[in-house]
Every structure is written in structure tokens, then in C-alpha cells.
């Protein structure tokens, strides 16, 4: 059951990373991507990282919103 959720959870984060545009925007370049989130990675445990995060979490509520009104109009 464990390796189940777990498999679900990983999916869903590919997804998301998806629904971003990032596959696109680096034309699926696994190495490019990786390095991508290693960089959010390291600016999320710098100095400012709470106002980072916070940020980051403002983006995402409201890009869930947008899509979640775009689905329901649909």
C-alpha cells in the first residue's frame, strides 16, 4: 500500500511540473530540469527562504484558482 502512495505522490509531482511548462520550456531535458530545481532548492534554504516559500505558495494557490475557474467555466 506504501509503494502505491508513494508511486501516486511522485506522479503527481511530475505532473506538476508539467502543468508548469517546464517540460516545454526545456524541451524535456531531464539534466537541465534537475538542475532547474536544484537552483529553487537552494534559493528556498537561503537567507530569505520564508519569504521565498511564501511567495512561491501565493503562485501556486493562485495558479490553482485560475485553472480550477478555467475547469469549472469549461
Do not use: C, N, P
Not at 505522490?9 to 506538476?16: K, N, T
Not at 502543468?19 to 537552483?39: F, I, N, Q
Request: hydrophobic share 40%; glycine share 10%; aromatic share 4%.
Amino acid at each position: 500500500m506504501q509503494r502505491r502512495e508513494r508511486t501516486r505522490h511522485l506522479i503527481e509531482l511530475g505532473g506538476l511540473v508539467q502543468k508548469a511548462g517546464l517540460v516545454e520550456l526545456t524541451d524535456d531535458d531531464r539534466a537541465t530540469l534537475y538542475g532547474a530545481l536544484l537552483d529553487l532548492a537552494g534559493r528556498a534554504r537561503g537567507d530569505d527562504a520564508g519569504d521565498v516559500l511564501a511567495l512561491w505558495k501565493r503562485r501556486g494557490k493562485r495558479a490553482f484558482d485560475a485553472d480550477a475557474e478555467t475547469t469549472e467555466a469549461s
